[in-house]
């Protein structure tokens, strides 16, 4: 079964004014929108994951305070979130990987996850976790390019080469509809 995966489209990344925004990243924000709509028009399970971190998160001490449970930052754009919020599967996880959460993998198995969908922020960070550990559950991974932003555009790059490498594929988001 095919599913969609979200990750990290959150106001702190994809905001200008959020903790760790990054020049840019909001240009994802439409492009992840009618991706997510797509799959709760077509019943595509959509998994869309954020960070959400204690106050005295370990990863603070790599980077500044963001995702905070509570905060507006760690809240998705609205025009990300589903109406029907039971369409769109939320994993909460206190670390870069979605793998992190005990929950990802009993969810996929039970789904039926065999083709995974993958777009969101950062390239380097959360989707390289999202990305190549799909990979290693031996699952097909497609990158959408469009819905998709890095840091640094080399770092992006890199991953990016890595993962085709890996087996993955990029993909346009118009290739899936």
Same mark, same amino acid.
């Given at each position: 079964?095919?599913?969609? +995966? *979200? ?5 702190? +990344? ?5 903790? !760790?925004?990054?020049?840019?990243? %909001? ?7 009618? @991706? ?5 028009? $077509? =019943?595509?399970? !959509? ?11 370990? %990863?603070? /001490?790599?980077?500044?305070? $963001? ?5 507006? =930052? ?9 109406? &029907?919020?039971?369409?769109?599967? +939320?994993?909460?996880?206190? &670390? ?11 969810? !996929?198995?039970?789904?039926?996850? *065999? *083709? ?7 390239? %380097?960070?959360?989707? /390289?976790?999202?990305?190549?550990? !799909? @990979? ?13 932003? $890095? @840091? ?14 890996? =087996? ?5 988001? $118009?290739?899936?509809?």
């Amino acid at each position: 079964m095919k599913a969609f +995966f *979200d990750i990290d489209t959150q106001i702190d +990344f994809v905001c200008p004014g959020g903790a !760790l925004y990054s020049a840019g990243a %909001e240009r994802v924000i439409p492009e992840v929108a009618a @991706l997510n709509r797509y799959a709760g028009e $077509h =019943g595509i399970p !959509l998994i869309s994951t954020m960070c959400a971190h204690p106050e005295d998160a370990a %990863e603070f /001490k790599v980077w500044a305070p $963001h995702c905070v449970i509570g905060t507006v =930052g760690q809240q998705k754009p609205a025009a990300t979130l589903l109406a &029907d919020r039971e369409k769109q599967i +939320f994993i909460e996880k206190n &670390d870069i990987d979605m793998f992190s959460n005990p929950n990802v993998l009993p969810l !996929l198995d039970r789904l039926g996850v *065999d *083709d995974c969908f993958v777009y969101g922020v950062f390239t %380097e960070y959360c989707v /390289k976790c999202a990305i190549m550990g !799909l @990979l290693k559950t031996g699952r097909t991974v497609s990158l959408v390019t469009e819905a998709t932003a $890095h @840091l640094s555009q080399a770092a992006g790059e890199q991953v990016v080469a890595e993962f085709l490498a890996a =087996g993955g594929r990029c993909v346009s988001r $118009h290739f899936l509809y």
